[in-house]
């Protein structure tokens, strides 16, 4: 049902080096998406404004693709990896 949806948060995050998608979950109420991501990649200078920047790129590419409204995108990081495990 949500397959597009996961699509496009695949393509989303695919630009960003060393980022490995693991799962994606869609869950539609109201007409509006709340979308959970769940990533591993390796250690960032400033983690936290990297993850703000990849719920941004997803939600705007959701809007901008489908004209669906994102209320939240939930970003999980599973791990951390080195450039061993990457």
């Given at each position: 049902m949500h397959k597009p949806i996961?699509?496009?948060?695949a393509?989303?995050?695919q630009p960003f080096d060393d980022v490995i998608l693991e799962g994606v979950k869609v869950y539609e109420q109201q007409k509006r998406l709340t979308i959970h991501v769940t990533v591993?990649?390796?250690?960032k200078q400033?983690?936290?404004?990297?993850?703000?920047?990849?719920q941004k790129q997803v939600i705007d590419d959701i809007y901008e693709m489908t004209g669906k409204e994102v209320f939240a995108v939930h970003l999980y990081v599973r791990?951390?990896?080195?450039?061993?495990?990457a």
């Open positions: 996961i699509t496009i948060v393509m989303s995050v591993s990649f390796k250690m400033n983690m936290l404004a990297f993850c703000e920047h990849i791990r951390l990896v080195d450039g061993k495990n």
